[in-house]
């Protein structure tokens, strides 16, 4: 009998994007929280998690912010070179892993830089609901509020039926090999892919949604900048 290989779990962090809607004056994953950077804090959660082999972090190639941090000597963290769409910065993280030895059917975790408040228990949850799936999945949150479908004059359309509707958050994970070739696939087709399960869908297969935290939110406005800022004062 020959004893398989258990998979063991990786994770990317995609730190290339601009974050041109923070109208800030560098990228949004270095804006400050709480005496750190954004991306310090999503670090945090993943950089000494005793369950990942290992962790590789997209940065654009002509990032001057990352050098002047201290986790920039970390040797933990790898680094990838970033690409103009959230996509190719995964991609390029991917065949990072596949140089440092991650194998096909490993799986990998993906998740936002801009997610600084992403909690231990929720990444936690994922790996164990996710370690015998045979998909993967990725941490989600039912819609609250009533939606509405809008026509093209800003109208209501119709009510939709928000049972069946989930905010889809990260990390997300998938088996690298699967992941690789769905996303090389999905970007060649020109197909708009803005998260991993969006390739994933679209090579024909359905990612498991796994309930997590409403306020591991992505900082995408100075709002959600405001709100993480208040959660982090409420903590101390
Ligand atoms: O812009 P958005 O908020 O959707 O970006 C989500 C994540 O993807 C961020 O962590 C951002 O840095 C990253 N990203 C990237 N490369 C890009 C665009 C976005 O790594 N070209």
């Known amino acids: 009998m020959t004893l398989q290989k258990l998979p063991a779990f990786w994770a990317i962090i995609p730190a290339a994007g601009v974050g041109s809607r923070m109208r800030a004056d560098r990228p949004k994953q270095y804006l400050p929280l709480a005496g750190k950077t954004i991306l310090e804090h999503t670090l945090a959660c993943f950089v000494d998690h005793p369950r990942l082999k290992g962790l590789v972090i997209s940065l654009a190639e002509d990032d001057p912010f990352w050098a002047q941090l ?80 809008a026509n093209a004059d800003g109208r209501v359309k119709e009510t939709v039926d928000r049972s069946v509707i989930w905010q889809a958050y990260t990390p997300q994970m998938f088996r690298l090999g699967f992941l690789h070739r769905a996303m090389a696939e999905a970007l060649v087709s020109d197909v708009a892919i803005t998260d991993e399960a969006s390739a994933v869908e679209w090579a024909g297969q359905a990612p498991r949604l796994i309930e997590g935290r409403a306020d591991n939110i992505k900082v995408t406005r100075q709002e959600d900048l405001n709100n993480l800022a208040r959660i982090w004062r409420d903590r101390q």
């Open 70 to 149: 201290p986790c920039a000597s970390d040797p933990r963290i790898e680094l990838a070179v970033g690409g103009d769409e959230r996509a190719e910065s995964v991609l390029n993280a991917l065949l990072r892993l596949a140089e440092l030895g991650a194998e096909e059917h490993d799986w990998v975790l993906v998740h936002d830089a801009a997610r600084p408040n992403l909690a231990r228990e929720d990444l936690d949850l994922l790996l164990a609901e996710l370690a015998h799936d045979p998909v993967g999945g990725l941490l989600a949150v039912p819609a609250r509020d009533t939606l509405k479908r």
